[in-house]
């Protein structure tokens, strides 16, 4: 098991979570994820510390709270030194009947964080999570509620999930400019057959030095093996009864038959692939896997060994391209794959784009020292030329530009 730190704090985590939505099977929904009893759930968690997983995610909307509970409950049961487990779980959801037991105002806030410490048996959470975006409740009011947790000791580092890139920028620019604590983690839907975070939220988290916590790394199911293009799935597979994450299913079909002959030769499940995958992108910094047996979280514990078995660059999305036109475990389309191989190439050579941009310009600011008619020897600063010009290096040096 690797570890990665959790975001830019000092705290390692190991790179695969334990997901808790599966505990209890309380309400409506949740029976549908799961309804893992105690005694199943403290086998999930003694087999995840056995392999080395140090991180446990849950939530106070889990089985209505129930999930926090059996949780708190199977630490206590195996006897977990508390500093040897990392706990994060998360507030926003709707908790309770009355107006103010939902959303991220700091009252609900401050009620919601004492009743997971009190259901999770603990003192402090590692890591508290806002469940998503209140429109209703202004972003600095939920940032200072956060903030005051951090220094009152019951929360250690915030985090966020299912945010816009704009929300999640602007949290942080409140952060920095009053000096309150700042999300160190964004946890959202990533999969290879979902990617659509690549196009702003990683390049955002890249730049900010955030942690990536991945849920629904299987896309709901789909990529466990059990769907195909021709086969609906078991009539018990979550998925078949609770259609979520949205998934553009034939994209799906398509990645599904490219891996699936991956994991034939290579004698492991298609799930195993997927995880695979994820585990090989560097912007993420945890995948939350969230088995209902002994065998699903074994097989996909197994997914963290992947490139001792078979190495990344053949077998992950950078060797030949399928029959059905994508890259092995890519999801995306030959042509787009021809053309990475072509940039791919270029950067070899040092013909990257960036580097002839770079030339380009360069060649286009070359021009011979300005010599304006009118104001030879004068303050260029409104030179009208219409040809661009570059100052001689007296004006250069002395601050004055053409």
């Known amino acids: 098991m690797k570890y990665k730190k959790l975001g830019r704090t000092g705290l390692f985590v190991s790179e695969i979570c334990l997901g808790t939505m599966t505990f209890g099977g309380r309400g409506e929904l949740w029976p549908i994820i799961g309804q893992l009893d105690q005694a199943a759930a403290n086998n999930l968690l003694r087999l995840s510390i056995d392999a080395g997983i140090n991180f446990v995610d849950t939530a106070d909307v889990y089985s209505e709270g129930e999930s926090e509970r059996i949780l708190g409950r199977a630490i206590k049961d195996l006897g977990v030194a508390r500093e040897d487990l990392i706990i994060a779980t998360k507030v926003r ?35 508290y999570q806002i469940h998503g975006a209140d429109l209703v409740t202004p972003l600095d009011e939920t940032m200072r509620a956060l903030d005051y947790l951090v220094r009152a000791g ?69 990529l466990s093996g059990k769907f195909r293009r021709d086969f609906a799935g078991p009539n018990d597979a979550r998925r078949a009864r609770f259609d979520f994450p ?45 088995a209902k047996t002994a065998e699903q979280l074994a097989d996909n514990i197994a997914a963290a060994e992947a490139p001792a078995q078979c190495g990344r660059p053949r077998s992950f999305g950078e060797g030949k391209r399928s029959s059905a036109g994508i890259s092995p475990l890519d999801g995306r389309s030959s042509k787009h794959c021809a053309r990475a191989a072509t940039v791919r190439k270029g950067r070899v050579a040092g013909r990257s784009v960036f580097a002839a941009f770079t030339r380009a310009f360069a060649a286009r600011r070359s021009f011979a020292p300005c010599n304006c008619p009118k104001r030879r020897g004068q303050d260029h600063g409104r030179c009208r030329i219409v040809r661009p010009c570059r100052p001689t290096a007296t004006a250069y040096r002395s601050g004055r530009r053409c």
């Open 154 to 222: 019951q929360v250690r580092y915030i985090g966020c999930s299912n945010l816009m890139a704009w929300q999640i920028m602007k949290s942080l620019s409140l952060s920095a400019g009053k000096g309150w604590a700042r999300f160190e983690t964004v946890q959202a839907y990533y999969s290879i057959a979902g990617r659509d975070i690549e196009r702003e939220i990683i390049p955002l988290m890249a730049e900010e030095e955030l942690g990536l916590m991945v849920w629904s790394p299987l896309a709901g199911g789909l």
């Open 93 to 127: 959801g709707r908790t309770g009947p009355g107006p103010n037991a939902v959303g991220l105002s700091r009252g609900h806030i401050m009620d919601a964080v004492k009743d997971s410490l009190a259901r999770l048996g603990t003192d402090y959470i590692d890591l």
């Open 246 to 290: 949205p998934v553009e299913r034939e994209h799906a079909y398509d990645v599904i038959d490219a891996i699936r002959p991956i994991a034939e030769r290579r004698g492991v499940s298609v799930a195993r692939v997927a995880l695979a995958w994820l585990l090989h992108q560097k912007s993420v910094m945890s995948v939350i896997i969230g």
